[in-house]
């Protein structure tokens, strides 16, 4: 098992930045994909960014170019630093990880914490 806490959401205007954190426990957090994906009001939950075991980022069209994903083994904790936010980001933002993942397939994350709200106003 692998316990997910998410932190760092808040409220931001456009254009300015957050910083989420994962916190994981459990068993060994490096050999796990990690992810984080988001479910705006009266949305789906979409795939936003994703890191694996070797460190190679994959990040949804939306959010390229604004939107760093890294991950800190030693601490067990995984990030999502979000610059340049925009009115449309506004979502419930979740951290997740599996082993045998399809990256941006949300139904193949073994594992997910309950979520940090962020607000972006315009």
């Known amino acids: 098992q692998v316990q997910l806490v998410e932190s760092g959401g808040g409220s931001v205007q456009a254009g300015g930045s957050l910083r989420l954190s994962c916190a994981a426990s459990?068993?060994?957090?490096?050999?796990?994909?990690m992810a984080w994906f988001r479910q705006g009001p009266g949305k789906e939950r979409e795939f936003v960014a994703a890191?694996?075991?070797?460190?190679?980022?994959y990040y949804a069209d939306s959010v390229k170019g604004r939107f760093t994903i890294a991950r800190d083994n030693a601490k067990n904790t995984g990030y999502l630093q979000m610059n340049n936010l925009k009115p449309e980001d506004t979502a419930v933002y979740y951290c997740?990880?599996?082993?045998?993942?399809?990256?941006?397939?949300?139904?193949?994350?073994?594992?997910w914490g309950q979520g940090t709200q962020v607000t972006v106003s315009s």
């Open positions: 997740s990880a599996g082993m045998w993942v399809t990256i941006t397939n949300l139904r193949t994350y073994n594992y």
């Open positions: 459990g068993r060994t957090f490096s050999n796990y994909v």
């Open positions: 890191i694996n075991s070797g460190g190679r980022t």
